[in-house]
């Protein structure tokens, strides 16, 4: 089971949002906050797999209760769930450590399959999100690490939303051998998780 935190000031959204995990077999919801710092204590006392966090709520927001709750506990995965879409809210959320960046007005079914896959330690960000982080490093000259051909591909298709066992299927890959060359993608861009991989590589120019 995935144990789920929902973290959302509007009564009738969060309850909605509640409504739509406890009709999945997977999924338990372990409590919900109205406001951040109700957000961060909730968090800490039920330690859950994923944090579904908006980004606008009384006294301290969904970004800076994000960064709260990663410095006590790095393990937990917060995923941003929000109406707001500004480059500057976006990039915000995943510098506070976001593993995520989904709207509200997605299908269900795609907001549950965000959820799975942030559960599972990858990447779940809405194209908007994406293309912040494009916009971002657009015209900037990569000064980073160089990574090759085939270690690009593999981090492509984690940026797309993508799992190992699928990866591997795209590119005729091993599950263990798309393991290493993210090993490899984690070392030389000094990260240690999908979504700051893909976030880093935008950063640096090597995705688009």
Known sequence: MIRVVVADDHPIVRAGIVALLQDADDVEVVGQASDG?????????????VVLMDLRMPGMNGDEATAAILAREPGIRVLILTTYESDDQILAAIEAGAAGYLLKAAPESEILAGLRATARGETALAPSAAAALVRRTTGKPSTGPSLSPRELEVLQLVAQ????PAIGRSLFLSETTVK?????????????????????????GLLR
């Open 161 to 164: 939303g993508n799992s190992n």
């Open 180 to 204: 290493t060359h993210l090993g490899h993608v984690f070392e030389k861009l000094g990260v240690n998780d999908r979504t700051r991989a893909v976030t880093r590589a935008m950063e640096l």
């Open 37 to 49: 710092e109700t957000a961060v204590a909730l968090v800490l006392a039920e330690r859950p797999d």
